[in-house]
């Protein structure tokens, strides 16, 4: 009876194994029985926008927002969801500062991050625009069942490029054309020549005005935190302002592609990497004088130092916060590791250039492919739930 009882109870627990076995796999939805999302938003930068893709590039335009691109991910998704509404709100060159001041109040970002984002817009987000814009995305927000959230590649470039040009306005050099607008700068001297002359000017900035050092290298500091503390703030505050603006909507953070992992020191030559993970998600610490930190639970390894750096970086600093909040909000929030998308590339060399900008292919590319794109999409449908 005894033996008998056993088998039974051996039976009876594999059966439980295979059933949550197959539950668990059952969860994992695709485009065919993903649950349905009748206004569907993709909130993010350059990535999110489609930069790149052919029907992004027909248009003629350097930043185009707020189009349905063909083939981007969020326009595929919006199929697979079967949204009725779907709101593109991929803004290239947005940092997490300025979607926080879209999605908060009484918050201002730096003062060279707004002074400069019309200058490396071409003039494209004006104040007033900038403004319409805020209005727009929190109507979005307001009336989602799904947001998904991409954002933060620009913030490892943009806020120190924006006050390299910001102190390069205190200089002059004699002898060298007066600096002009960063579209007239690239239409003279591509993307070398404008990075040479930013780098004459902003030197000149600091040797000419000893009476603003404590000034510029007071913003130095302010502009390392970018790198090591203030992504985590925003972030936080951006997801604070989407619930408070929407409290039951579903939330998809998308993980980065991480594309400094593949910066390379030859050109046309991918770095590699490889990932090492130790936990399975990322543990938030309270830290004296800094407030809650989250640590995380892998970084990618490159054998090009320089990748090395700004991979590990970026895999410290920025990626842990968007796992952070599966567990802060279970079942509403969850996480997309698309990390793995197919990119662009093109010309690769070990630094991003102004490419972003001139669309000229002079340098590094980490947009995603057609192939990328549908890569992501479907990764964002693994993590929802099926119907």
């Known amino acids: 009876m005894r ?20 539950s668990v796999s059952a969860m994992a939805a695709n485009r065919y029985d993903v649950k349905q999302y009748p206004v569907y938003v993709c909130l993010g930068d350059s990535v999110a926008s489609g930069f790149g893709l052919p029907d992004y590039n027909r248009r003629g335009k350097v ?35 300025i979607f926080r001041y879209c999605l908060t109040d009484n918050y201002t970002p730096r003062e060279w991050e707004i002074n400069q984002l019309q200058n490396f817009s071409y003039n494209d987000y004006s104040p007033e625009v900038l403004n319409r814009e805020r209005t727009h995305i929190r109507n979005a ?13 620009n913030d490892t470039w943009y806020s120190t490029i924006a006050l390299v040009y910001e ?44 009476q603003l050092w404590a000034t510029f290298w007071g913003w130095w500091v302010e502009n390392l935190s970018t790198y090591f503390l203030q992504y985590q703030a925003n972030f936080d505050a951006i997801m604070d302002g989407i619930f408070k603006l929407n409290p039951d909507v ?50 990618h390894v490159s054998e090009n130092p ?8 970026y ?37 991003p250039m102004y490419e972003f900008m001139s669309m000229d292919d002079s340098a ?12 992501m999409a479907d990764k964002i449908l693994e993590v929802l739930p099926t119907r």
């Open 3 to 22: 033996k008998t009882t056993k088998k039974i109870v051996a039976v009876l627990s594999l059966i439980a194994i295979m059933v949550s076995a197959l």
């Open 63 to 97: 930043l185009v927002y707020r189009k349905n691109i063909q083939g981007s991910y969020g326009n595929l998704l919006s199929k697979d969801v079967g949204a009725k509404r779907y709101y593109p709100c991929g803004y290239p060159g947005f940092t997490s500062a």
């Open 141 to 153: 927000v307001a009336k989602a069942d799904l947001i998904t959230v991409d954002l933060g590649v």
């Open 167 to 210: 102190i390069a306005k205190y200089g002059t050099v004699v002898g060298v054309d007066p600096r002009k607008t960063l579209a007239e700068e690239l239409a003279i001297y591509g993307s070398w020549g404008t990075v040479a002359r930013n780098a004459m000017y902003y030197l000149a900035g600091f040797a000419e005005n000893p």
């Open 250 to 299: 579903t939330v998809v953070n998308l993980a980065s592609g991480n594309s400094f992992r593949c910066l390379s020191i030859i050109p046309g030559v991918r770095s590699g990497s490889l990932k090492l993970q130790w936990m399975d998600k990322p543990v938030q610490v309270d830290l004296p004088f800094v407030g809650t930190f989250t640590l995380p639970n892998f970084v």
């Open 306 to 313: 320089i990748a090395n750096v700004t991979g590990v970086m």
């Open 315 to 351: 895999d410290f600093f920025y990626e842990p916060i968007r796992q952070a909040w599966t567990v802060k909000k279970p079942g509403q929030v969850f996480y997309a590791d698309v990390t793995d998308y197919e990119m662009i590339m093109k010309n690769q060399i070990t630094i």
């Open 364 to 375: 590094f590319n980490p947009h995603a492919t057609l192939a990328g794109n549908r890569y």
